[in-house]
């Protein structure tokens, strides 16, 4: 059982299928590592993963799906770039964490960069509250993150203003649940945490936004780039875009869509978090409850001695990648889409038997 932060789990039939792909694809007889990208099936590979991500999602025909490469991280530097460079009247940002916080690093060194809220004396154990925000109404955009991977913090809703583009960051918590696309002009997610295998970055980003960017970028770093070539430019990672189109089957044909996988979701943390919170005594979870995250479960031990007798436990029971960010230390369960009700359950479970030898 791994849960890992990232690169997250992904589902065994995804494994398998991508095991026998790299000896020889069923549909060309050649190993996928050594497919052209160029070939009308690595296309067709592009096609799927986009038609496939759009049905899920919902996607309004006004989007664009890309490809991309260079993780998140590149996402923090390229949306400026475009989109913020030369503008008069800047961008705002939300930090709420670990991630969100080196959004407006990058941002600054290409314009007005405001952080309307700043959630590091606070430790980042919540969200801020709407009647905390105040936001620009002729910004260039809203950057935040929608789920806090280090903290384990998500947004329920959406923050911002109408007409106010929004921009957002959601690396740890795409596809876990629906989301309404058309109330966002800009989505990121690298796909090592809850879409795949790392190496591609999908962002989702809307026609009308992107005719917006400045001009004068280096090719590769200009969204229009990629739109034009349909993600197609330079050589993209031709693997990692199958293993991603692999997971938009199984969420569609395995799962049976993002309503399906919302409720597994659901399940699986409250499952997890209901062990923590029946053990004060030995658990104390990171975040604020209201604004706890389904993805990544985040908590300490009370008594800091006992980490090592966990570790050791977890490791004989095959329970796997717990130790929390190393810029938060502690623990962290990280229940992304690969991970089933019954692993969740099974480590929920556990938790609740350390917690009572603990005591005993
Ligand atoms: C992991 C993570 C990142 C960093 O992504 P890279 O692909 O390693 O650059 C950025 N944002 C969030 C929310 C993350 O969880």
Redesign the pocket.
Known sequence: MNFSG?PGALPASVLRQTRDAIEALPETGLSVLGMSHRSAWFRGVLDEAEQNLRQLLQIPDNYRVLFMQG????QFSMLPMNFLRGHAAGADYLVTGY?SAKAPTEARLEGITRVLWDGAPSAYKRLPRADELQFSPGAAYLHY?S???VEGLEFKAPPGLPGVPLAC?M??NLLAAPIDVGRYDLIYA?A??NLGP?GV?LVILKDEFANRAGTGLPTLLDYRTHIAARSNYNTPPVFAIYVLMLITRWLRDEIGGLDAMAALNQRKSESVYAALDAHPETYVPHADRVDRSRMNVAFKLRDARRDHAFATAAKALGIHGLEGHRSLGGWRASLYNAISLAEAQTLAQWLQDFACEAGA
């Open positions: 990232g993780g998140s991280s590149l991630w993150v789920n806090e991977t960051d690396s740890s690298h090592q945490k790392s970055t």
